[in-house]
């Protein structure tokens, strides 16, 4: 896979040119096209709010809000492509931002996120589920940890959480156009005892007819604790990218994701290539 089209999800969060400009660079570093997404949520009435003429009145005004915000984010993202001398394009659309992304996800080969920043699963489940994207979207997702500066890079010293599953498989290979200009990838397999990986060994193989050399280490854990072992690697490595598959399903837009997933969307710090 090559990557050709990056998706940024834009909001107003006070992350927005953060995510931007980490697009921005590895649009430049991939040759790739930056498909910018922002999307204006519609207005929900406050229970305050009573009759015809209130109510058209706040709509109204919101709508108005609105339109303001999306020129201004419309100027920097030309700002952005003019500064940066790329392919920058800003698509506006109404709707609910998990579902815009969703659907622009198709045209696109991986979408950049932020994390919630909700404090506990259950915030993120009842109040804005960013986090379900891994599970829902057709490209991967790249989630940059809330709160955090731009990051320098992304994908330089890289850490890929191994499991002998379809879905590891998946990430691993949608992360190869990453992959390929690290200056060290390191592969972590977790299993009860800290036996030999075959698999391991043998996706450290792929890697390497690609032109990445991997490090493979196996660590003892027991499967609850993948999350944080993993975190914990990628810190002590100063690693700037995580690759993993994301596990759960979505039902009824209710979360349900697997003990790694969940922890690792909670308490990253680093950049997470997600991959269903």
Avoid at 234 to 239: I, L, M, N, Q
């Amino acid at each position: 896979m090559t990557v050709k089209t990056i998706l940024v999800h834009l909001a107003n969060d006070g992350q927005a040119e953060t995510r931007l400009g980490a697009a921005a660079a590895l649009a430049r570093r991939l040759q790739a096209h930056v498909t910018a997404l922002y999307v204006t949520a519609p207005a929900h009435m406050p229970a305050a709010i009573v009759g015809r003429a209130a109510s058209a009145a706040y709509i109204g005004e919101a709508m108005a809000i609105a339109r303001e915000k999306a020129e201004a984010m419309r100027a920097t993202v030309a700002e952005t492509a003019r500064r940066e001398g790329l392919s920058v394009e800003l698509h506006v659309v109404d709707g609910e931002p998990i579902d815009a992304i969703k659907a622009e996800s198709r045209f696109a080969d991986i979408a950049l996120v932020g994390q919630n920043p909700a404090l506990t699963l259950d915030d993120v489940v009842a109040l804005h589920p960013m986090e379900e994207l891994p599970l829902m979207t057709a490209c991967p997702c790249l989630v940059l940890p809330h709160g955090r500066p731009a990051p320098a890079t992304i994908g330089r010293r890289a850490l890929v959480g191994w499991k002998d599953s379809h879905t590891t498989a998946r990430a691993l290979h949608r992360a190869v156009p990453l992959l390929e200009s690290t200056q060290s990838t390191i592969l972590v397999a977790i299993n009860e005892t800290g036996a030999p990986d075959p698999t391991a060994d043998a996706a450290a193989t792929f890697l390497a007819r690609h032109g990445i050399a991997v490090e493979v280490r196996v660590q003892a854990g027991p499967d609850r604790d993948c999350g944080a072992i993993l975190l914990a690697n990628a810190a002590a490595s100063a690693a700037d990218l995580l690759v993993m598959g994301a596990y759960g399903h979505t039902r009824w837009r209710e979360m349900v994701f697997g003990g790694a997933t969940a922890h690792v969307s909670r308490y990253m710090t680093l950049p997470v290539l997600f991959a269903h």
